[in-house]
């Protein structure tokens, strides 16, 4: 009798995407949207790669394993084509995206609306004004022209505007347009997502496009957690007839079924281990000096209560910015790409359960939060990170019931993509923007091969928003399934 592992080598696929993150599933749904036969084999006993939910700490607390908050996943063109919300996604607002809490005067808030926002900025509301307002009511086709390969732009006088403001470094943005600390934090904090120091190009792009998002479409978390967004793409997926198969690792690619494309939710480190000798030379060597990083520390906690904010209006906010004034931010991030552990790291922390009741049991609550630390540390900073809590909430730590770590060897075991903790594909610096991961006009493809890359090591980049999987899809219907 044949084993299940003989049955799957014989099967023959269209397509078969290895891995089940948000960009795979995004491949595989829009393969399977257009009639293939695709499968997905992941190596985890779950699906979800980044975008995944589970009860870490004590049942009934919902945490989040990897991302929580997703300004790019309601803003995604893709996500927002699928009927997800059938196969059980639903957004959830916080009442504003973002607080950040200074050490003096109130906590300074990303509001939904930009009047808002602008009115506790001080002598900085008319820049940032100036700054976001004339892209939000452009939000779709921003995110069409910016969140996909570099290619010339549908929109282009609404993308060169974006590029004029917003493509250098978040220290050169905010000395330019900001007078007042209010406006600098706000900006430096939003910007250090970009994971580079703040002195490097392109963290204001980051910055702004993740500001603009913050008013045209909101920093939302998926009811239930992040596992809902995988879990519904998954389902929608199944729906069209694909199959997942879950709990294998892919080595190389003598362990997949016979396909005619295959697709890779992977980084350019395992694409080497997987598929090295069949990569063309120069791609080879280039893939090799991919860079990561940094890394990130990050840590869970079920609470007893809401965590206690100095300024209470820090829980109007989904998302909290833990860091003071843009120096000390800017110092942290500086510090780590130096390869060192700041004292005081810049923390980004989401407080779900405060707007969704199913994360926790009644009056609990469930804390997420995490910091960059240099690539593959072995340092614990949770200590660290709960000192920075309680610098803006004094009183947190008499709330924790349980808490649990990941530094970036736990991140790495979980899900190979995180290497050495990083987890964003790769660094985002400008060269590994425009070239990602090489310069070429389909940089899915792998040349003369029919593999293609589909993670967030390709454009736009990290973020749970499925566009990689999407353009790596299309990109494998063009090359090597059309006419199958
Ligand atoms: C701690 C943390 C916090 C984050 N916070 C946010 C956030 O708040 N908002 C946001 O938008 N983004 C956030 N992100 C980033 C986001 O999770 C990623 O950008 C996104 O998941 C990338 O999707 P992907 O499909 O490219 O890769 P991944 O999600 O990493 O998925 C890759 C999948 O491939 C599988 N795989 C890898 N190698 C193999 C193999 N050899 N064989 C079989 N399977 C394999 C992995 O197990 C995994 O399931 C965060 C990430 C982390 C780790």
Same mark, same amino acid.
């Given at each position: ?12 696929? %269209? ?70 919300? %059938? ?36 002598? %900085? ?147 080497? !281990? ?25 840590? %869970? ?51 779900? &359960? ?67 903790? !990083?987890?964003?594909?790769? !660094? ?51 090359? &090597?399934?059309?006419?199958?």
């Amino acid at each position: 009798m044949r084993g299940r592992d003989d049955r799957i080598a014989s099967a023959r696929f %269209d397509a078969v995407v290895v891995g089940s993150g948000p960009n795979g599933l995004s491949a595989a749904v829009t393969l399977a949207r257009d009639g293939y036969d695709v499968r997905v084999v992941e190596g985890a006993e779950e699906i979800g790669g980044g975008a995944c939910s589970a009860e870490l700490t004590i049942p009934g607390f919902v945490h989040d394993l990897c991302s929580a908050v997703h300004p790019l996943g309601v803003g995604s063109p893709f996500l927002r084509s699928l009927p997800l919300a %059938d196969h059980g996604l639903e957004w959830i607002h916080p009442h504003a995206p973002l607080a950040h809490p200074l050490d003096q005067g109130g906590a300074v808030l990303l509001e939904r609306s930009v009047d808002a926002t602008a009115s506790g900025l001080g002598a %900085d509301a008319a820049a940032w004004r100036e700054l976001v307002g004339p892209f939000v009511d452009r939000w779709d086709a921003l995110a069409r022209d910016l969140l996909g390969p570099p290619r010339f732009p549908r929109r282009p006088v609404t993308a060169l505007r974006f590029a004029l403001r917003a493509l250098r470094s978040s220290r050169s943005l905010t000395r330019a347009r900001f007078r007042g600390e209010r406006a600098r934090a706000l900006f430096s904090g939003i910007a250090a997502h970009s994971m580079l120091p703040l002195d490097v190009v392109p963290s204001a792009a980051v910055g702004t496009i993740l500001g603009i998002a913050g008013h045209a479409v909101g920093w939302p978390v998926p009811k239930g957690g992040a596992g809902t967004i995988t879990g519904a793409l998954a389902a929608y997926f199944r729906s069209l007839g694909g199959t997942i198969e879950t709990g294998r690792w892919i080595r190389s690619l003598g362990d997949l079924p016979p396909a005619r494309a295959i697709l890779l939710d992977v980084t350019p480190r395992q694409l080497l !281990s997987i598929a090295g000798p069949r990569l063309p030379a120069l791609y080879r060597s280039r893939l090799a000096r991919w860079r990561y990083g940094p890394g990130v520390f990050k840590v %869970d906690w079920a609470l007893e209560g809401p965590i206690p904010w100095r300024d209470p209006a820090c829980a109007r906010a989904g998302t909290v910015h833990l860091g003071g004034r843009e120096a000390e931010i800017e110092a942290a991030e500086a510090a780590v790409a130096r390869g060192e552990h700041p004292k005081r790291p810049f923390v980004l922390l989401a407080q779900p &359960s405060l707007f969704d009741p199913t994360r926790a049991p009644a009056g609990k609550h469930v804390a997420w939060a995490y910091t960059h630390v240099p690539v593959g540390s072995e340092l614990d900073v949770g200590d660290r990170i709960a000192a920075q809590i309680e610098r803006f909430a004094p009183g947190f730590a008499d709330l924790v019931l349980a808490r649990r770590s990941a530094g970036p060897a736990e991140l790495e075991r979980r899900n190979p993509n995180c290497v050495g903790g !990083s987890i964003g594909g790769g !660094s985002q610096d400008l060269a590994q923007t425009i070239a990602r991961p090489l310069p070429r006009p389909d940089p899915y493809r792998v040349p003369g091969t029919r593999l293609y890359l589909c993670s967030s090591s390709t454009p736009p980049g990290p973020g749970v928003h499925g566009l990689c999987g999407w353009y790596a899809a299309r990109s494998a219907i063009r090359g &090597s399934l059309r006419g199958v």
